[in-house]
């Protein structure tokens, strides 16, 4: 995969304001937006920390994941696996366990996925998450040394009660909306930070060329590893707050079509550089919305055939735009100077 | 399991094995030649399905369909890769799963559009309905032998095709070095083409031989496709010969798990895929 792509990884001053910015409004949208787009903004924050998990992968370290979805999964169907009918469980402990499972499962095929590479990647990462999708859709329970784990198969499975914060009301809408935009800032505060660590230049550098870093005498495949397991555990928390958003989680959630959306939204925004995956979660959804609302054309069901709509778009984007919208919005803000950031 | 269960299942294994064999054998030559990674390869053996059926509503004849359908659908692939995929063969690998994968669903609505969302079962033509005896108690459609029949001539065709034709010979010299069999002033983008428009064959001509076993239905493709994408890491990337090993393999490991271990049998072959990337990371029969 070529460097070329992931260069904005320093992001221009401009660029920088118009985030901040964005932060600022979406912290102010429950105040002015109605409920629906208040639920469906928290639903497009939930998503960006889900595209920027694998932006770690595949804009900064070079891995497109086609099996990313599976850590999503496996966050939301722990919650689901915790919770109980009767009330509503701790997120203090909760948390910490879908984070550590997402984690866990992304270690062990992580070990078997970062020692292929290129093509290999893409559709091994693919196949395990398929592994994982059939296991949950196939089983309604599953017994495992005895004990039975609720899986729901093909139908899935209600989470009833939002988990207990204790210091804070989770079901109320407006504090559970603020609750993922600190997800939301923390998440990419951390990353950003990570980006600029040792590591995360080890990690750019390995993206680059990965003979030159092992020649250098870095453990490569460590550090693919390590990646690779962080990027499943902060996967993991937007499942864990997805399944917690909606009440629901089903096997799509693994599925091949969701992996796909992720790096679409990753593209759509532009990679490597963490902004680009929140920009992309945000427009990807934001076109979801539009496309399913179409009107009819006659006895045509516009919106019914969103699908259409959203293959021709990504065959656009693919064929006119590969730099994402972040590229563009650059170029638009840099023609005047001409700057080359 | 007693005899009859076993060779029943042997049959079953084989000729699913075999019909896998026809779509990796096309996604691994294309990637193998061109380098192109597509995620719309089965959405050709949906479009296979759905020509079948369509047409012999229309003709009443399954061969018929499949006579034109096979023409269909390589001027359909003939066109795809002029208007499209031919200026993608040199862009990133990423860049052409996502296009590939925006075909898939621009695929699927053009089906939804064009032949609605119903589940549809197309009938094994007469000469072909019977079974013949095996054992005492078992007896086997002479349809699935058909079918596994016709899928060993296709590959004894494509085996013949490429190592013993100069078309075949150009081939291989196109895959082993593109530049040089360019130099060499043999017609490149021509080869590419015809690989191409071989490959859309294999599969669409998959998913009409079998249509009247497995019926009809909108999500077929991308259920297909991820099997293939096994069957090839296994057998390695761009080597027919590993497709074929492989998918036989696969087959059976998928064909008796389901009778053996029911409860695990989805997930039988990503074992067996992980197990033999531990083994060997590049696949069996590495190119």
């Known amino acids: ?341 | 399991m007693d005899f009859s269960t076993f060779l029943l299942q042997l049959l079953n294994s084989v000729q699913y094995g075999l019909l896998l064999f026809m779509l990796a054998a096309g996604l691994t030559l294309i990637f193998g030649i061109m380098g192109v990674v597509n995620l719309a390869h089965g959405s050709f053996y949906m479009l296979g399905a759905y020509l079948a059926w369509w047409l012999t509503r229309s003709f009443g004849s399954l061969t018929l369909a499949i006579a034109l359908g096979s023409v269909l659908a390589v001027a359909f692939g003939l066109l795809l890769e002029r208007l499209l995929f031919r200026h993608f063969y040199h862009r990133d690998h990423l860049d052409q799963v996502l296009l590939t994968f925006g075909l898939i669903y621009v695929f699927e609505e053009a089906r939804s559009i064009f032949w609605g969302d119903d589940v549809h079962g197309v009938s094994i033509p007469e000469a072909l309905g019977a079974s013949i005896p095996l054992t005492d108690n078992l007896s086997y459609p002479v349809y699935r032998l058909f079918m596994s029949g016709l899928c060993i001539v296709l590959a004894i065709g494509l085996y013949l095709l490429i190592s013993k034709t100069r078309l075949g010979m150009k081939i291989r010299a196109g895959a082993f070095n593109h530049d040089m069999t360019e130099a060499l002033g043999i017609n490149i983008k021509r080869i590419h083409a015809i690989v191409f428009a071989l490959g859309v064959g294999l599969a669409t001509i998959a998913g009409m031989i079998a249509a009247p076993i497995s019926s009809v239905y909108p999500n077929m493709g991308s259920q297909v496709l991820i099997m293939c994408f096994v069957v090839v890491v296994i057998g390695g990337i761009g080597s027919v010969r590993g497709a074929l090993i492989a998918a036989l393999l696969v087959g059976a490991v998928d064909t008796f798990g389901k009778v053996l271990l029911p409860q695990v049998a989805g997930m039988l072959v990503y074992i067996l895929m992980a197990a033999v990337l531990l083994w060997k990371p590049e696949g069996l029969f590495k190119q």
């Open chain 1, 1 to 341: 995969m070529s460097a070329a792509k992931s260069h904005l990884e320093v992001l221009p001053r401009s660029l920088q304001v118009l985030l901040v910015l964005g932060f600022i409004a979406l912290a102010a949208f429950p105040f002015v937006g109605t409920d629906f787009y208040a639920s469906m903004v928290a639903r497009m924050m939930i998503l960006a920390i889900f595209a920027m998990s694998l932006d770690l992968l595949q804009g900064v370290t070079g891995l497109v994941s086609l099996g990313h979805a599976a850590f999503f999964g496996i966050g939301g169907y722990m919650l689901s696996m915790v919770s109980s009918d009767s009330g509503a469980v701790s997120l203090w402990w909760t948390l910490p366990v879908a984070l550590l499972a997402s984690a866990l499962f992304a270690l062990v095929i992580g070990f078997f996925v970062v020692r292929t590479r290129g093509i290999y990647f893409i559709m091994v990462t693919m196949a395990f998450a398929q592994m994982l999708f059939y296991l949950v859709f196939d089983n309604k329970d599953l017994r495992v040394f005895g004990a039975s784990l609720r899986l729901g198969g093909s139908d899935g499975m209600y989470i009833n009660f939002k988990p207990d914060a204790g210091l804070f009301d989770l079901e109320d809408k407006k504090v559970f909306y603020f609750f993922t935009l600190a997800c939301l800032v923390l998440v990419y505060a951390f990353l950003r930070r990570l980006l600029w660590s040792p590591f995360g230049r080890v990690l750019a550098g390995i993206r680059v060329n990965e003979h030159r870093m092992r020649a250098l005498g870095y453990g490569t495949f460590g550090y693919k590893l390590a990646a690779f397991t962080l990027a499943g555990a902060v996967a993991g928390l937007a499942g864990y707050l997805w399944g917690a958003q909606t009440g629901f989680v089903n096997p799509e959630l693994m599925g091949f079509h969701m992996s796909a959306h992720a790096i679409m939204m990753v593209i759509l925004g532009g990679m490597g550089n963490f902004a680009g995956a929140i920009v992309g979660a945000f427009a990807f959804e934001y076109l979801l919305h539009l496309f399913k609302d179409l009107p009819d054309i006659g006895a045509f069901r516009a919106g019914k055939h969103w699908q259409l709509w959203m293959g021709l778009f990504i065959v656009l984007v693919v064929a006119f735009a590969p730099r994402g919208l972040l590229g563009v919005a650059e170029r638009l803000l840099h023609r005047k100077g001409g700057g080359d950031a």
